[in-house]
């Protein structure tokens, strides 16, 4: 592997831009790590999960810059980065990754508002009288 590998992954509306270099297993996130960055335990496995499907967390460092979304969204989005510059790293963890979901983008975002409704479906509150 040369320096560091790169790639993107989005989530609702976060967008992460991941990159990967050989070394510790330190994993940077707006240059914070990233227990203090996604102080929940869950989001922290989600982060985590690529490198625990390929049983290499310890041999490489992440820096990800992310914006956008929830928090939810980002350590998904996160996620997906890893994932994908994981499988430009080495092509024989991809069919590993897609196993586990990590290489598909999920579509789903939020409804547009219409009109004539509160939001994308809730109705006005009903007054019979």
């Known amino acids: 592997m040369e320096k560091q590998k790169n790639a993107v992954g989005r989530r609702k509306e976060a967008v992460a831009r991941v990159y990967l ?9 707006n240059d914070k790590d990233y227990k203090a960055y996604f102080p929940i335990m869950y989001l922290q496995n989600q982060v985590e999960l690529p490198f625990k499907t390929i049983e290499g967390l310890t041999s ?3 820096t990800v810059n992310v914006q956008g979304g929830g928090p939810k969204g980002q350590a998904e989005a996160i996620k997906m980065g890893i994932a ?12 590993a990754l897609k196993k586990e979901g ?21 109705s006005f509150q009903f007054s019979k009288r």
Not at 85 to 95: D, G, K, M
């Open 84 to 95: 994908r510059t994981l499988c430009e790293v080495n092509p024989e963890y991809r069919p």
């Open 21 to 29: 270099s050989k070394g510790t297993g330190n994993i940077t996130v």
């Open 102 to 122: 990590l290489m598909t983008r999920d579509p789903r975002s939020v409804e547009r508002k219409k009109f004539g409704k509160r939001k994308a479906r809730r």
């Open 60 to 62: 490489f460092d992440v």
